[in-house]
């Protein structure tokens, strides 16, 4: 699958014992894998509501942080070498164009098309890179580097809760977020880590945002059979005739025993004494019990009034409890135990036992999300490029946010960014990360931007252009500190090949 350049005569000897080697054995592996993400509509939703919902007061999908795929020590990466072209120069056109202007553009206009893809590290941490949508044939395709799709150090398996959103700002997902349903990659990426297949293209279920849609009362029947959110209500009625009326029509509900108390004097023939705990002050101001007297008396007549003292007790606690404690007790320090004295007064109660109706109302919500449509409907998509010559122009966009070696943190991953440059006519070769042949680019991002498209013929009045790279490796080139490079795998016939297996996948909404 790699090309490595041999000398000529290597080449022939090498083609001739493979040859032999290979001899009545299986057909070559393929180019391209596939994973299952989130499998179905349930397992998708759970994803979706995981990152819109809200843990304290902040949203799952602001506390990610930006994925730092290799070690923190800059890369060595070596120039030499060129590019070999595994076929034709091929294209597949951008779709969702933005009108063209007559204006003569100044500014570098962002695609809406970029974003970023959250997901849950191996470690259980939260975290995010940088990707597009590209066109596809149900407009549902995401691409970004093989590095924030796929483990490598979990035996290739895909990342949990992988979701995209474009045009990401703060926590917003203006047009909804997009769950993972099939990742794409190469298959020698997926099996042996080859960083120089360092790409996937993931299809997405339709959008969903927060709000909208409406929960409705459904049978039980209708309840059990749903797969969405639902949820159980219920509705004390005031008697058995109510509660006989709805049964005897249909509905679902249950005769409940409440146990209860209620306060009563001390005359009453079925009063029984209960403690009150007072403050120490309340308790000193209350009338003494009298001689004869006992709250627990059979004989009315001996019963002390409501509000009278009766008795108290000391709590040796620990320190911790010491402190913790609000309640009406007396707290003290006496020769370094810490004491809490607890004060009560006489109140009389009757205890009872009634019945409570209860009616069972059967909710679907699916209020709680909504179907924000297709990926490449809202936002649009852009094209796809491979076999292309290199020494192009391009533009970088991707969210960089950790800090330069050197410890300077130029960017926030707040807000995208751009680079423009020519890519190298050299490969990059990198020992450490097992890379023989990536394309270079002069570009100061920093990770976060990982995944970050590498879009050529790409056009500022439409803001399309075609994706023939995404970010990889980051390096130091010059050695002060700084990353001065971006690298990306080279884009090439068995790319397409990857790619036009997801291009043709279907997804669907999630949302019932």
Known sequence: MKRILLPAGGVVLASGLLAAGLAGTANAAPDWASDTMAKDAPAAQDVAEFWL???????????????????????????GGGYTADGKPGLAAPIGEEKKTAAKVKNINLPKTIGKVFFEAPDGSLKWCSATSVQSKYHNLVATAGHCVYDDKANGSVMNKWVFVPAYYQGKAPFGVYVGKTAFTHYDYSVFNDRDRDYAFVTVYNGVQIGGGSAKEVSKAEYDKFEGKKEVKEE???????????????????VRKVDASDEVGPQHQDAKAAPVEVDKWAFEKAPALERGQDPHSRDPRNRPAPGTKWYSHKENVTKATYDAYTGPGYKEVVNGNYIITHFYVVKYVKESASVQYVIFHYVIADGFIKDAGKLGDNVGGQGVAWNQKTGQKVFVFGYPADAHPDGNKAFTGVTPKWCYGTTSAKVYVSAAEKVEEHVGLKCSMTPGADGAPWLIKYSNTKRLGYVNGVTSLFGDQDKNGRYDLSTSPYFDGETATVYNQANAVWSGSIVK
């Open 53 to 79: 919902a809200k843990n304290g007061d902040t949203i799952n999908l602001a506390k990610a942080t930006p994925y730092t795929w290799e070690t923190k020590a800059t890369p060595q990466l070596k120039a």
């Open 236 to 254: 004390v009625v005031k008697d058995f005739e109510t509660f006989d009326r709805l049964t005897q029509k249909g509905a679902q509900g249950e």
